[in-house]
């Protein structure tokens, strides 16, 4: 067996525990409903060989009846053990994808925030739906029919051969020449097979690219560019998935024509030996119809195994997602705090999201608990880096955070995520009630309280303006701006009420008298609250306890806004420059 298989046999393995039993039960049936197949020949040989015998005579009617009677029972309790292993086979196979669908969805939870920063969103979803269907739907098809050929091939040459040697010699050869050109066919659908899987990924990844930026892409005038594109992955796909239909396609004719050319030479091979004495008219009989079982299962399995080649290319990208490395575990570790002060303390912090390139510099700074740091500097210079390492999405290379003097790296990442609200730049709003959406995943808050928040916000009123108000679902129905969702977002994170806060560009998409209010409300709301702002606005952070002016992932100056401008450094230049583009 190839390594490859047996590697995705070994990956499988955690998978298909349980299904032992129901799997040989499923065999057993198959190595039945075989035996009642290969049966039926040898009983139409007895019927034809009475037959022929009372020509010159008299024909045994009953004997014959009995025959036909049995005959047509075996093949109805034939009929039902198929359908019976059947169902056992089709229902192993989808419990085997639910498991795998559950294992993805527990994987992805567990996966850093470095893979999805490598891999783009279409392929991710590319290996977690249609791999997955596309896996299960060639098992469904394929493995009942594999096995079941196989065991029925095995039963069909013993039967063969327990009946007439020679004519088994020459059905066989006369079958086996279609079958010369299997292998290069199977090794071919393989390839075309796995260029499939990677190109129908690519077309999702640009589908879902292009869908989630058709703003930019129409106000740019690139639709036709876009279209171009598009057409371009559309033509590989199509390729990859012709070329492996038509090779696979090529199958069914090839073992077509095996079958009759077959059947003829048995023809002429019996008539030849029946001339001679070596065989009756019911041997002949019954050797048509064995070519006819031979072949079969032949040509089943070579389709079988072309289309578990799919279901190996397909399955091959699912198990490769789910052996990514995954973040520590870190259910062993005890809960640090009761309650938490908010005193954050960078001490020499080193990092680079690769081992060669070191974007974070000796970083080190204090934040006292209830102070509002503000965080600012040109964009690539490291500052939502430092949020993403507060928040343990990274792991840091060096140094140490500390909240209230713990190590957040002896801490239990749920515990740090639940020290935080947080806001991001890009907003996230899920398909439910505006309720919902604001309370997301929090427990005992009251309408008043999501009102209130509202209210702080300034964005109540806008509510109530909705048709259901706060029970309004947020769907393609009802049209939001991008200002308005960052003030839900905003309003989630007050609802949280942790003591720690990170504001990440959060006033970036709102008007300026907007960007008042929210100010004038998240000044009244830090209180007593540590608050970590990015900010590009300068003005809007005139009031933070601390500014670190951060550059190359480095702190070149650090102090109050007074201080700072004080020095006519940097951050100086910064401001100022800031206050003449408003000014112009």
């Known amino acids: 067996m190839p390594k490859e298989k047996q590697s995705l046999l070994k990956q499988a393995r955690p998978y298909i525990k349980g299904f032992r039993l129901p799997f040989l039960l499923a065999v057993a049936g198959s190595v039945l409903a075989g035996y009642i197949t290969v049966w039926g020949p040898r009983q139409l040989k007895r019927i034809t060989d009475i037959i022929t015998e009372g020509i010159l005579s008299q024909v045994d009617l009953d004997a014959v009846n009995q025959i036909a009677l049995f005959l047509a029972l075996l093949y109805g309790a034939g009929s039902l053990i198929n359908y019976l292993q059947a169902y056992t086979m089709t229902t192993i196979i989808q419990r085997f994808s639910e498991r795998l669908r559950t294992a993805i969805a527990e994987k992805i939870n567990r996966l850093p925030l470095r893979y999805f920063d490598s891999h783009s969103q279409g392929d991710t979803l590319s290996r977690v739906t249609n791999d997955v269907d596309t896996g299960a739907q060639a098992l469904s098809q394929s493995l009942q029919t594999v096995i079941s050929s196989a065991i029925l091939l095995l039963l069909t040459l013993f039967s063969m051969f327990m009946m007439n040697v020679t004519l088994s010699i020459v059905s066989i050869l006369s079958v086996l020449v279609g079958f010369i050109f299997l292998p290069l066919i199977m090794g071919k659908a393989q390839t075309f097979f796995g260029e499939q899987q990677k190109n129908l990924a690519a077309i999702n990844g640009y589908i879902e690219e292009s869908y989630s930026g058709h703003n930019v892409v129409t106000s740019y005038n690139a639709t036709t560019q876009a279209k171009e594109e598009f057409t371009r992955l559309n033509k590989e796909l199509h390729g990859s998935i012709w070329k492996s239909q038509f090779i696979s396609g090529i199958m069914m004719p090839l073992m077509i024509f095996t079958g009759n050319f077959g059947y003829v030479v048995v023809i002429i091979a019996g008539a030849m030996l029946a001339i001679n004495g070596h065989a009756t008219i019911g041997t002949i009989v019954a050797f048509m119809i064995f070519v006819r079982t031979f072949s079969q299962p032949l040509s089943q ?19 490769e997602f789910l052996a990514e490395p995954e973040m520590e575990d870190d259910s062993h570790k005890e809960q640090a705090f009761s309650t938490i002060k908010g005193q954050v303390d960078f001490q020499d912090v080193f990092f680079g999201y690769s081992k060669d390139r070191t974007i974070i510099h000796d970083f080190s700074a204090q934040a006292q608990a209830g102070q509002k740091i503000a965080i600012v500097g040109p964009t690539g210079a490291g500052k939502t880096t430092i949020v993403n390492l507060l928040m343990k999405f990274y792991e840091i290379d060096r140094g140490a955070i500390k909240i209230d003097g713990v190590n957040i790296k002896d ?22 009630s505006i309720r919902d959406n604001l309370i997301y995943n929090q427990k005992n808050i009251s309408d008043e309280e999501v009102v209130a928040a509202a209210k702080a916000v300034g964005v109540h009123h806008f509510i109530m303006t909705l048709p259901q108000a706060y029970d309004t679902v947020l769907d393609d129905r009802v049209s939001l701006s991008v200002g308005q969702k960052q003030l839900l977002t905003i309003a989630r994170a007050l609802l949280k009420d942790a003591p720690l806060l990170i504001l990440d560009e959060a006033t970036s998409s709102v008007d300026t008298r907007t960007e008042e209010l929210i100010q004038k409300a998240m000044d009244r709301l830090m209180q007593g609250r540590t608050s970590f702002v990015i900010a590009h606005r300068l003005s809007t952070i005139k009031n933070a306890d601390l500014i670190l002016v951060m550059r190359d992932g480095n702190i070149i100056e650090q102090g109050n806004h007074e201080e700072l401008m004080a020095r006519d450094g940097f951050y100086a230049d910064l401001y100022n420059s800031q206050f003449v583009e408003e000014a112009e």
């Open 411 to 432: 801490m239990k990442r749920s515990e740090v995520h639940d020290a935080f609200s947080m806001v991001l730049q890009d907003t996230w709003l899920f398909e439910g």
């Open 301 to 319: 399995m070579a389709q079988g195994l072309t289309t578990l080649q799919s279901a190996q290319a397909a399955m091959g990208r699912v198990f």
